[in-house]
């Protein structure tokens, strides 16, 4: 029996850490082909829960299959192992998407949700699928098996194994791998759990089952009642809502920290986990009901006061209440769990609110909200169960649950009525790439009002509101930046530049444009380009600028290779690189491929200036070995910031012709570089990892 449990265990806790190893590590490969925009990530949470909801089931399907699950089973498992040899044979990584980056096709570039689906379910979805039968199943077998056993146990080892496949990734497997490495790596572990898996199936498949299963010591009518299923359905995906909620509150309204997203979620497995350990006193309801009243003041009040609090306190209090709610849901989904006969539909249910959650938070809520008011409405259905709580009398689980419905209703129709007016902003607009805002204020040191974009907490550009100072650059590109140095420096500067830049903001740096110039500017976000061209008359940069100046929308590399296929090379003086600004730093843009294809888009006597300014990236190694590797000079510009919009920024100037370099007013600026080196390895479209630069 302790040699069958232990096959059991081992089969649940990896199927569990395959599934949460293959999230990022897809999400890794096809960033690039999104524009390295955050909401990949979301997108990929979303579509990897409604597979997950698929293969619950198809569990809940096969446990009514008597004596033919095991056959059923065993036959789905070999198709997938077949799936994976078939994209070995042709040459393809097991999981990995092996579209290359410059033979993408255009894309909807305002919500490429379909397409982030459509690649997923070609390279790693029948993998996926098969993976995310394995708990319900495990746990349905184990209870025939050993009918006096609780099966919870085995749920609580499922998201241990999920938690440490989420947080191996990013400090184990990423920072030692390429990614066509980490495919295989993947793929041997998943041919172990196939192999581990269809013994278990096969075991099962020589036990009949019985015609009765002794029950969980837990009263509960049999079976679920409408009410019932209803209750599991809102309790999970008030607990997914939440978490998708808080992952967007924290990551885009309070601080740009690289890998907060890991946070969240850790949170939410680890509620799980102490949920359906099965230890008696884990879940206490008046306690944890208690700590959610206090942590929800307690939030309320840093959100009132979020100006005045260090953004670390922030994350704690949002981390406290996100822990306190997914208890309550986790804890009442336990409270409700059934006898294991129905644990199938049990799941099912489960994973069902949980895709639900997250297509409100994916699909719903930046259509009908222009803030990120959906935490609002997790809140609120959270405080409707913690009511529930406090009112346990059997009996009322349709009036909980319809309670609970009201709630979501209500409160998510009277923020959509109000959102405008609580926005504080002169525009606001939220898409696929995030939250746009533009405001008025009065720069630091400065008595000139100006209008500002910023993109969550990032500031995108400024341009001042009176006609006598409205052409003037600030921000990043004021004329003491990098930048600013490499435009007005050039030895063609008056006689016809050509200026490209990646990431356009407010279009600042068209200020620097003269008759017979030529700008071209790169940006992914559609909002983006309507406010620099100016929407709304906040920013007139580029329709006031005297050069030629051109917007090119959707992802900078892919319109890059596809010029360079045309043979349309734009023979750049500057290139401007400005997308590393936030912790959603767009990786695809800083390898050794993409800087090639920067140098093959560059003229023989051009330079690259890229803002390198980041709270907590420390680029400057990353495009050291880029210079090394592709032979160029290289020189940083640092800018103390001014009274008169200029902000501090760090910049990094390259170039073929090292005396383009030593022009004076760019050595004035110049940090010595002459004894810096690093050895951080070299990233490439196969290889990188934040983690290494980190301050």
């Known amino acids: 029996?302790?040699?069958?449990?232990?096959?059991?265990?081992?089969?649940?806790?990896?199927?569990?850490?395959?599934?949460?190893?293959?999230?990022?590590?897809?999400?890794?490969?096809?960033?690039?082909?999104?524009?390295?925009?955050?909401?990949?990530?979301?997108?990929?949470?979303?579509?990897?829960?409604?597979?997950?909801?698929?293969?619950?089931?198809?569990?809940?399907?096969?446990?009514?299959?008597?004596?033919?699950?095991?056959?059923?089973?065993?036959?789905?498992?070999?198709?997938?192992?077949?799936?994976?040899?078939?994209?070995?044979?042709?040459?393809?990584?097991?999981?990995?998407?092996?579209?290359?980056?410059?033979?993408?096709?255009?894309?909807?570039?305002?919500?490429?949700?379909l397409e982030i689906l459509e690649v997923l379910l070609l390279s790693s979805a029948v993998p996926f699928f098969v993976l995310s039968t394995n708990g319900p199943l495990m746990q349905v077998w184990f209870s025939r098996l050993y009918p006096s056993?609780?099966?919870?146990?085995?749920?609580?080892?499922?998201?241990?194994?999920?938690?440490?496949?989420?947080?191996?990734?990013?400090?184990?497997?990423?920072?030692?791998?390429?990614?066509?490495?980490?495919?295989?790596?993947?793929?041997?572990?998943?041919?172990?759990?196939?192999?581990?898996?269809?013994?278990?199936?096969?075991?099962?498949?020589?036990?009949?089952?019985?015609?009765?299963?002794?029950?969980?010591?837990?009263?509960?009518?049999?079976?679920?009642?409408?009410?019932?299923?209803?209750?599991?359905?809102?309790?999970?995906a008030t607990a997914s809502l939440f978490l998708l909620s808080v992952t967007n509150q924290i990551s885009q309204e309070v601080a740009v920290i690289p890998f907060l997203w890991i946070l969240p979620l850790s949170i939410y497995l680890i509620s799980f986990i102490l949920t359906f350990s099965g230890r008696p006193g884990l879940y206490q309801r008046k306690f944890h009901a208690l700590f959610f009243v206090f942590s929800a003041a307690f939030t309320l009040f840093v959100m009132l006061n979020a100006t005045q609090m260090h953004v670390y306190w922030q994350i704690l209090v949002y981390s406290l209440v996100l822990f306190e709610a997914c208890m309550l849901c986790h804890g009442e989904l336990y409270l409700l769990r059934p006898e294991a006969e129905h644990l199938t539909t049990f799941y099912l249910m489960i994973s069902v609110g949980g895709a639900l959650g997250g297509i409100f938070v994916s699909l719903l809520a930046p259509l009908i909200f222009n803030g990120y008011w959906e935490f609002f409405v997790g809140l609120a259905m959270t405080v409707a169960i913690f009511l529930m709580v406090l009112r346990p009398e059997p009996g009322t689980l349709a009036a909980r649950a319809r309670f609970i419905t009201l709630v979501f209703i209500l409160v998510t129709g009277m923020l959509s009525i109000l959102d405008s007016s609580f926005s504080g902003a002169l525009f606001a607009e939220r898409n696929f790439y995030g939250l746009i805002r533009v405001r008025g204020l009065l720069p630091s040191g400065s008595q000139e009002?100006?209008?500002?974009?910023?993109?969550?907490?990032?500031?995108?550009?400024?341009?001042?509101?009176?006609?006598?100072?409205?052409?003037?650059?600030?921000?990043?590109?004021?004329?003491?930046?990098?930048?600013?140095?490499?435009?007005?420096?050039?030895?063609?500067?008056?006689?016809?530049?050509?200026?490209?830049?990646?990431?356009?903001?407010?279009?600042?740096?068209?200020?620097?444009?003269?008759?017979?110039?030529?700008?071209?500017?790169?940006?992914?976000?559609?909002?983006?380009?309507?406010?620099a061209q100016g929407q709304g008359g906040y920013f007139s940069f580029v329709q006031d600028s005297q050069a030629a100046v051109t917007m090119v929308p959707g992802d900078a590399r892919i319109s890059l290779e596809r010029e360079l296929a045309r043979g349309d090379e734009q023979n750049?003086?500057?290139?401007?690189?400005?997308?590393?600004?936030?912790?959603?730093?767009?990786?695809?843009?800083?390898?050794?491929?993409?800087?090639?294809?920067?140098?093959?888009?560059?003229?023989?006597?051009?330079?690259?200036?890229?803002?390198?300014?980041?709270?907590?990236?420390?680029?400057?190694?990353?495009?050291?070995?880029?210079?090394?590797?592709?032979?160029?000079?290289?020189?940083?510009?640092?800018?103390?910031?001014?009274?008169?919009?200029?902000?501090?920024?760090?910049?990094?100037?390259?170039?073929r012709d090292p005396a383009l370099l030593q022009i004076p007013a760019i050595q004035e600026r110049s940090v010595d570089l002459s004894g810096y080196s690093t050895d951080l390895s070299l990233w490439t479209d196969d290889y990188s990892n934040l983690f290494q630069i980190l301050k």
């Open 449 to 531: 009002p100006a209008y500002i974009m910023s993109h969550g907490i990032t500031v995108h550009g400024l341009q001042f509101i009176e006609p006598e100072v409205r052409h003037l650059p600030t921000t990043y590109y004021v004329q003491g930046s990098g930048a600013g140095l490499a435009i007005q420096n050039h030895p063609r500067a008056g006689n016809g530049l050509r200026v490209g830049m990646l990431g356009v903001g407010t279009g600042t740096l068209a200020a620097y444009g003269q008759l017979g110039d030529i700008y071209r500017l790169y940006e992914i976000n559609p909002v983006v380009i309507d406010l």
């Open 572 to 655: 750049f003086d500057v290139l401007v690189l400005d997308t590393f600004s936030s912790d959603s730093v767009p990786v695809h843009l800083l390898t050794k491929e993409a800087l090639a294809l920067y140098l093959a888009h560059l003229a023989p006597d051009g330079m690259i200036a890229a803002h390198i300014t980041n709270l907590h990236l420390d680029l400057q190694p990353v495009f050291w070995q880029l210079a090394q590797y592709h032979h160029l000079s290289m020189a940083r510009i640092e800018y103390q910031g001014d009274a008169d919009g200029g902000y501090a920024s760090h910049w990094i100037l390259l170039s």
């Open 1 to 113: 029996m302790q040699t069958n449990m232990l096959l059991f265990s081992i089969s649940i806790f990896l199927s569990a850490f395959l599934l949460f190893q293959i999230q990022p590590m897809i999400g890794k490969a096809i960033l690039p082909w999104f524009g390295g925009t955050p909401a990949v990530w979301s997108t990929l949470m979303l579509a990897f829960q409604v597979l997950l909801t698929g293969g619950y089931a198809y569990s809940s399907w096969l446990v009514r299959k008597a004596n033919r699950q095991a056959h059923i089973h065993i036959a789905l498992l070999a198709a997938a192992i077949l799936v994976l040899g078939v994209r070995w044979v042709l040459g393809m990584p097991p999981v990995i998407p092996s579209i290359p980056v410059d033979s993408q096709p255009i894309f909807n570039q305002s919500s490429p949700i």
């Open 149 to 236: 056993s609780s099966y919870t146990r085995l749920y609580a080892l499922s998201n241990g194994g999920s938690l440490l496949g989420l947080l191996t990734y990013p400090f184990l497997i990423e920072p030692n791998f390429s990614l066509r490495f980490q495919g295989w790596i993947w793929t041997l572990g998943f041919l172990v759990f196939g192999l581990l898996a269809g013994w278990i199936a096969f075991r099962s498949g020589q036990v009949p089952a019985p015609s009765t299963i002794r029950p969980d010591p837990v009263k509960r009518t049999h079976p679920p009642s409408p009410a019932l299923l209803s209750l599991w359905l809102l309790l999970s």
